[in-house]
């Protein structure tokens, strides 16, 4: 059985955190055992490409500040339809 991990930052603009995260998502995906999704809750940055040229799944949910309160919704119909 695969389990699903989704991977959720800020952004993925250049950074520590995001450098993070996109080496979270290579090292631990691990089919069958392991699928790893990032998202990030603004919008496409440099380290979301590395991560999709990587072949992960990586999407960017566009929100421009914290009263873009929308974004939970969205999040939530993401993990719904990736059954994470």
């Known amino acids: 059985m695969t389990r ?3 991977l959720l930052n800020t952004d993925l603009e ?3 955190t995001p450098t993070v995260v996109r080496e979270l998502a290579l090292r631990l995906h691990d089919p ?3 699928h790893v999704e ?3 809750l603004g ?3 440099p ?3 590395q991560i999709r040229n990587a072949g992960r799944d990586v999407t960017a949910l ?3 500040g914290i ?3 929308w974004v939970i919704r969205r999040l939530i119909d993401l993990i719904r339809e990736r059954n994470i």
Do not use: E, Q, T
Request: positive net charge.
């Open 4 to 6: 699903r991990l989704l």
């Open 14 to 16: 250049l950074g520590g």
């Open 32 to 34: 069958p055992r392991w």
């Open 38 to 40: 990032v998202a990030c």
């Open 43 to 45: 919008k496409w940055g």
């Open 47 to 49: 380290i979301a490409d």
């Open 62 to 64: 566009g929100a421009r």
């Open 67 to 69: 009263s873009d309160v």
